[in-house]
């Protein structure tokens, strides 16, 4: 019913930079907060980013400073720019949308993730 659309990583040497992107379709009638999460081998899933449908944001304190959440709510899209990359920044990368759909109410969805790998 809804797809959630993830592209942008890759691999990216150490102070380099990445932007991902994921875009939301389906039968969506609007979109409250859409977010970011990673998962490195052997971690559990943490939140990097999160950003509301106001455009107010929040960072875990690892990243601060480094990346920047935003969205495009015409496109039902939302972005992080990655900036000043670490190695220890290498994770599963993955996209995540409360939705409010038509005739379902407010719902969770997930995207299947991408990787980003940062190595000399």
């Known amino acids: 019913q809804v797809q959630l659309v993830e592209s942008g990583g890759g691999l990216v040497q150490p102070g380099g930079s990445l932007r991902l992107s994921c875009a939301a379709s389906?039968?969506?009638?609007?979109?409250?907060?859409m977010a970011w999460y990673r998962q490195a081998p052997g971690n559990q899933r943490e939140l990097v980013a999160v950003i509301a449908s106001g455009g107010s944001t929040n960072y875990a304190d690892s990243v601060k400073g480094r990346f920047t959440i935003s969205r495009d709510n015409a496109k039902n899209t939302v972005y992080l720019q990655m900036n000043s990359l670490k190695p220890e920044d290498t994770a599963v990368y993955y996209c995540?949308?409360?939705?409010?759909?038509?005739?379902?109410?407010?719902?969770?969805?997930w995207g299947k993730g991408t990787l980003v790998t940062v190595s000399s």
């Open positions: 995540n949308a409360h939705v409010i759909v038509y005739a379902r109410g407010g719902m969770d969805y």
């Open positions: 389906g039968t969506i009638f609007s979109i409250n907060t």
